[in-house]
């Protein structure tokens, strides 16, 4: 009988059991379903959502500062008149003006809702692309912001220029760091970013987001470019050196090396520049200047304290040129020569042999000709396609020769080494 009873009480155990099994699987939580995972889908659309959302705030914050840093640069730029350029001012160089490299001085003035101020000229060099000049006192251009360092690539920076009309034309982009390129006879560097310059940015500046000016646009050989602000200074103070004396005055540079014939030093003229004095007088480059008004010249340095001497008078220039002494009469640079020299027409000299490309290593490369340069001599001949296509026709020449080249403004002497 308790045998019996035993194995009832298991049985009822085991029944016990399997009910708990069988209602622990009816009350099992159920997998996710499609309705919920619609709804974790939904979750990241509204996440990304409000990614974008952020996104576009930061974009307006970032529109609102670059017009901000406009509105406030465009106190330091103001239009120029007659050229249609813009000029900034400077704590140091007072009013940088872009201008053509060979452009000669006339009177400029500032372009205002309410007066013109004429803006007095303080140095005018044809090797610069810009010139400097002063504002009277209480003009409403005021002295823009410089700092000793520059932007780190990659940073956001913007050209600012006054329009034509007074409005802001502002122009933001990329800061791509500093490249080495001639922009004249004075400047080396320019700076690179991804703002594609056209001709209303000229004179125009170059601000970092805290309204900083970094550079100014200027013209250049090749097109504009931004020139540093550390380019110009160093460049205003070549140009107010000895050396740079004669380019400044008499739109001519000079150079030594020994004479072609005699092997003594000598000095020759390696630039004249179009419509200023050296050029009106007849001088050209690879002449060898012998005297100036009776005084033997044998170096650069002796140049500028005999020019000096004399002040403004007329210079008598006694130079070598195809083994033959010819004399010419020099005036330095005044309004007065400025404005004979200018005339009321500019015809085109087409003379000479377009470069249309230069090789990249050639000894052409390495002597700095570059596309659009027009080859006018070689070795004091006129040039011709075939002479050129017979002494350049491979990488490397077979032996030294000297040419003349034209650009924009100037006719310069170039040695070009095999």
Known sequence: MQFSSRHRYAAVLAVISILILVIGVLLKPAPPSHNQREDLTVTRAELENLERVVRRNNLRNLSSTFMTVAEDATSHITMVAPWGVNAVRLPDLEMVVAKRMDTLPRELSTVGEASHQVIEPMQWVPGLPFFTGRLAAGSDVSPANLTNTTPRQGDWVEVVADGVFGQVMMSPGIYNGVVQADCGSFIQYRLLTTVPLNPSHLGGGLFDLVGDLHGVVLPCD??????????LKKAAYAANSD???TLVMYGMKLVDRPASNSGQSAVVVQEV????????????PGDEVIAIDNHPISLVQDIAA????????????????????????????SPQVANEARSSLTASDETGVLVD???????????????????VTLDGR?????????VFGQLTIQQPVTITIKRPGRRILVQVQP
């Open 222 to 231: 090749d097109g504009l470019a931004i020139i540093p602000v550390s380019e």
């Open 357 to 375: 490309r230069v090789t990249k290593g050639s000894s052409a490369d390495r002597a700095g000709l570059r596309p659009q340069d027009r080859i």
């Open 243 to 245: 050396a740079s004396f």
């Open 382 to 390: 006129p040039a011709t396609p075939a002479a050129c296509e017979q």
């Open 273 to 284: 520049w179009d419509r200023w004095p050296a050029d009106h007088a007849g001088l050209s």
């Open 306 to 333: 005999t020019l000096k001497a004399s002040g403004s008078a007329p210079h008598l220039v006694r130079i070598r040129r195809a083994s033959r002494n010819v004399e010419l009469q020099v005036s330095p640079m």
